[in-house]
């Protein structure tokens, strides 16, 4: 019994060392890393939650706070033409230069406004040098209108341990080819918040089209809930699979990148393609 | 002096010559343009047309409806979507005999359930009566983003 279990014991921990010397790899070539995923059962011509992943490694990068964050995505994914933000999400321009003590449910915005559902993971450094990581809820709504682009609203609802509740603009708007455009987020310094701690955000995980999302709307006088049709995918895969590229913006105007490609769903729309 | 007569004959000649040719390369370049335009109908065209949605491939949307007005008829459109504008090739089928076909490039006025938008459009084919169409114009409209039923109140000068 023994000699059965030490060879699957040395073989897990053989494993486990893999993966930990993977990871690190992984983490040493790479500063900033994308990924973009589509859902399980999406097909080309189908609709589909795009669950994006971006990770950053505090350890190689600038200790200046991040100013920006870009998503481009490519030309033939329909993120205009899904069903989503259809309502506008307006906050007084107060709500994006502090700290908001109370903030209701999606920010006071109306439901119909809501793109994705996410998370967030950040290293809180306080002036005393103590590290602490943050966990937040994110949401992004759409905004106003403004300058012909379609704006963004992003709420950032810290949970655990300090629960800082933040709001930052954005904007949906155009990229050079092979993408077709680009989901921007600007994070100007909060005042009063830069004396107390340095904040490195290390992991963002967004995935627009959520199955979570629910709009509303009225069908023989009364509210329905349905679920908004989510990013559409074309019929045909482009070459060399759907590129992605996340672009980071640092306080002291240094900036990093990173690329991904999604691979080709397969080429049939199902019924349950997320519609 | 006989050498010098025919110098002059010659020169006579060629002078005539030239104001022969002259006259009628002049004549065939006057002439020609005024046929052309004479047998070029124009046109301004106000039409509505009301649109539904077909299918959707990525960021383009098919869409198929009718138009009523200076050339009413069936319409078929496609337009692709982007962050900033929507550019389309969009075909009107005159109930009348032939089809116009146009290229837009609109840009949305807002956002929300009912997105307005405007923008240009260029008339640069056509069939029948309306073969070798050409002509410029403008339209607005409005966009349902809930069902992608949209509505253009195009207006366009055209020769045909």
């Known amino acids: 019994m023994r000699l059965r279990l030490r060879p699957r014991a040395a073989l897990a921990a053989l494993a486990v060392l893999c993966v930990v010397a993977w990871l690190d790899g992984t983490a040493a070539a790479a500063p900033v890393r994308v ?17 994006v992943r971006l990770r950053l490694d505090p350890s190689q990068l600038t200790r200046a706070p991040l100013t920006e964050v870009r998503f481009a995505y490519p030309r033939s994914l329909g993120l205009v033409s899904s069903g989503l933000g259809l309502a506008t999400c307006t906050r007084p321009a107060s709500d994006f230069a502090q700290v908001l003590i109370v903030a209701p449910r999606l920010g006071g915005c109306p439901p119909n406004a809501v793109m994705g559902f996410g998370t967030a993971l950040a290293l809180v450094r306080l002036t005393n040098g103590q590290v602490i990581p943050e966990y937040a809820a994110v949401t992004v709504l ?34 050079p080819a ?18 107390l701690a340095t904040i490195s955000l290390v992991e963002l995980r967004i995935t627009i089209g959520s199955h979570a999302i629910r709009y509303y709307e009225r069908r023989g006088g009364q509210q329905v809930a349905y679920r908004p049709t989510g990013v559409e995918l074309p019929l045909r895969c482009p070459a060399g699979g759907f590129r992605f590229r996340a672009q980071v913006r640092f306080a002291d105007h240094s900036r990093r990148s990173a690329l991904s490609s999604t691979p080709c769903p397969p080429a049939f729309a199902s019924p349950s393609s997320g519609r | 002096m006989g050498q010098l007569r025919r110098q002059g004959s010659i020169v006579g000649i060629a002078v005539l010559a030239a104001l022969v040719l002259g006259l009628w390369a002049g004549g065939v370049s006057s002439a020609a343009p005024s046929a052309h335009v004479a047998k ?31 050339l009413p008829g069936t319409v078929s459109a496609r337009f692709v979507t982007s962050a900033t504008k929507v550019t389309g090739t969009v075909t009107f089928h005159s109930s009348g005999g032939g089809s116009i076909t146009m290229t837009a490039v609109g840009y949305p006025q807002s956002a929300g359930t009912i997105a307005r938008f405007s923008g ?7 069939t029948g009566r309306f073969k070798n169409a050409l002509g410029s114009g403008t339209f607005t409209g409005t966009a349902n983003r809930r069902t992608w039923a949209v509505t253009v109140n195009a207006s366009a000068n055209l020769t045909y």
């Open chain 2, 120 to 126: 240009n459009l260029a008339v640069r084919s056509g």
């Open chain 2, 40 to 70: 070029r109908k124009s046109l301004h065209m106000t039409d509505t047309a009301r649109l539904h949605l077909v299918r959707k491939s990525g960021n383009t949307l098919y869409e198929k409806g009718t138009a009523t007005g200076t």
């Open chain 1, 178 to 195: 092979p993408y077709g455009g680009a989901l921007t987020v600007r994070m100007p310094m909060v005042p009063g918040l830069e004396e």
């Open chain 1, 142 to 175: 759409s905004g106003p209108f403004e300058h012909g682009r379609l704006g963004l609203v992003v709420f950032v609802d810290g949970q655990r341990p300090f629960g800082a509740k933040l709001a930052f603009r954005g904007e949906v708007g155009d990229a």
């Open chain 1, 35 to 51: 990924a973009a995923v589509f859902d399980r059962d999406a097909a080309l011509g189908g609709s589909t939650a795009l669950d």
